[in-house]
């Protein structure tokens, strides 16, 4: 699977672009792993390798991570990154809010 599109990579913002918008910034793409704990949701993009966004694997973070080491993750039975065809744009502080409820439970 090609985790970005040339047509997704076009409509992400650069690196840097969205930061005056903070939390209420879109995250565009969603990534995640099938059999693991793993998800990813972007808000920009350098154009060659590395995301900005919101990263839940244990805890949610705000931070960067790599295209290429994405593809390199497996999780618990093998099965490699991928990315969500229904993923709707969404602010990131709603997915945080999404994602810190459910640590809660």
């Known amino acids: 699977m090609q985790?970005?599109?040339?047509?997704l990579q076009n409509r992400l913002p650069k690196i840097g672009?969205?930061?005056a918008q903070g939390v209420n910034a879109l995250a565009l793409v969603k990534f995640f792993t099938p059999d693991g704990p793993g998800t990813w949701?972007?808000?920009e993009f350098d154009g060659t390798d590395l995301c900005f966004g919101l990263a839940v694997i244990q805890e949610p973070e705000f931070g960067y991570f790599s295209l290429r080491e994405l593809r390199q993750v497996k999780g618990a039975f093998g099965l490699a990154v991928e990315r969500d065809y229904y993923f709707e744009p969404t602010p990131?502080?709603?997915l945080l809010c999404q994602h810190a409820?459910?640590?809660?439970q």
């Not at 985790?3 to 047509?7: A, H, I, N, Q, V």
């Open 41 to 43: 949701y972007v808000s």
């Open 101 to 104: 409820r459910w640590y809660k």
């Open 3 to 7: 985790l970005l599109t040339p047509e």
């Open 17 to 19: 672009a969205t930061e």
């Open 92 to 94: 990131l502080c709603e």
